[in-house]
């Protein structure tokens, strides 16, 4: 792919060249009202501003879809008016492009420094699913509990194991979360529960995907089609009190271990931004049954993910773990096809978590459960002399994520969250 020139100058490693171009929701001091916006370099296109303007009247979109406090809206209207209106932004941002560059007044509308911006949530979640799509995590999860021999359940390696999450919860990137309580073992072999605050709090590597076209009550979303009602992906941290989901998930699955916080990016990359990057997903074995086989061979995604950890007063997180989306061994592609299949409707804005990204390698495992082995070692933080095994009150959690091409990066943004004390009981 040939590197683009825009006409706002950025280093080669920047997170949203002309490239990228994420959505998300932002306001300002002096617009305090959330708005569509899109990322390019350090600044933001205010598209509530740029869409009323004559030089965007080809795309047909109303100025209105993008004053929204979401993008559900624009979500709604589908792939086709999604490219379009990148391709405008590309178009309008290109260096040789006169039409914003030479028009000082717009420009200084339409143009809003990411470091004056307050982020938001990018949609309106409706619905929220959390997959379990990485062989790896599953695997080591189940040696871990069930041993070697029973590690993956017999429906693992058949379709892509899922479950209803908490979208209330959903929290952008910056916002502090409180470790929580619940029930716990107050040890391995102890027969009653006790309650009180999580000792094993974890992180969970994840991605997620926004739905964008919706599909009606009935009418399953097939796997070529399902692209299609991909709006685009965001990091995420799946937060996780282990003690709290081990003692309550027979026989339902996650509860209150899980659905006290979920953090995620503010900007939406899109699945065309993404799209030099595909790669073949890892092999299936054995073949999935015919409505999740997936005649393209490149539906995997080459991006860089890492995890660091900064203690409360430390100077920077440091680096934990480092794993990449292409581990990943159910795609977006065949957990759309998977979730619709049964006629389920998907709306614009439900999110869809991969699950626990880890790969084949101890330092990409992505959580402390895995890290740390459940406890049993500790997890060093860079050169600093502390370990740890789970999260301590103080730490902030940073997820990063990009992609490399030739010349420039598709980066996503900071995935960030501090963990806050428990409240007193």
Not at 154 to 178: C, D
Request: charged share 20%; glycine share 8%.
């Amino acid at each position: 792919m040939t590197k683009l020139a825009a006409f706002i100058a950025y280093p080669k490693d920047s997170q949203f060249p002309l490239e990228n171009l994420p959505f998300g929701v932002f306001s300002t001091a002096s617009n305090p009202s959330p708005r569509v916006g899109v990322a390019i370099a350090d600044q933001i296109v205010d598209l509530s501003v740029l869409a009323a303007s004559p030089l965007f009247a080809s795309t047909g979109v109303p100025a209105a879809v993008f004053a929204e406090s979401s993008l559900n809206a624009f979500m709604a209207l589908g792939r086709p008016v999604w490219r379009q209106v990148r391709a405008k932004l590309q178009e309008l941002l290109s260096a040789d492009n006169a039409a914003l560059r030479d028009d000082a007044e717009l420009r200084a509308k339409v143009l809003v420094p990411q470091s004056a911006a307050k982020m938001h949530l990018p949609a309106s979640i409706g619905d929220y699913t959390d997959f379990y799509a990485s062989k790896e995590h599953a695997t080591n999860v189940g040696v871990m509990f069930r041993g070697k021999e029973n590690a993956l359940m017999p429906n693992w390696t058949h379709l892509p194991v899922g479950y209803h999450g908490r979208a209330s919860s959903i929290v952008v990137s910056g916002t502090p979360l409180r470790r929580p309580h619940g029930q716990r073992l107050p040890a391995k072999d102890a027969k009653a529960p006790v309650f009180g605050a999580s000792v094993r709090l974890d992180f969970e590597l994840e991605m997620a995907f926004l739905v964008g076209k919706a599909n009606n009550l009935g009418e399953p979303v097939s796997i070529d089609d399902a692209d299609a009602h991909i709006f685009g992906v965001v990091l995420m941290n799946d937060w996780s009190a282990r003690d709290i989901q081990a003692w309550e998930y027979v026989p339902l699955g996650p509860f209150l271990g899980k659905n006290f916080g979920t953090t995620i990016s503010p900007w939406v990359v899109t699945l065309d931004a993404l799209e030099p990057f595909r790669v073949a997903p890892p092999k299936q074995f054995p073949e999935p049954l015919p409505y999740l086989c997936d005649a393209e061979p490149y539906s995997g995604y080459d991006i860089n993910l890492e995890v660091g950890i900064k203690p409360s007063g430390d100077a920077k997180h440091h680096t934990v773990c480092r794993s990449n989306l292409k581990y990943m061994y159910w795609t977006f592609k065949q957990q759309l096809a998977h979730h619709t299949v049964n006629g389920c409707n998907l709306r614009p804005g439900d999110l869809c978590g991969t699950g626990t990204i880890s790969g084949p390698t101890e330092d990409s495992f992505g959580s402390m459960l895995e890290l740390s082995w459940s406890g049993a070692k500790d997890v060093k933080l860079g050169e600093s002399g502390l370990t740890r095994k789970f999260i301590d009150d103080g730490d902030s959690v940073l997820i990063s994520g990009f992609c490399q091409g030739n010349d420039f990066r598709v980066g996503f943004g900071d995935c960030e969250g501090v963990v806050l004390p428990a409240l007193a009981n």
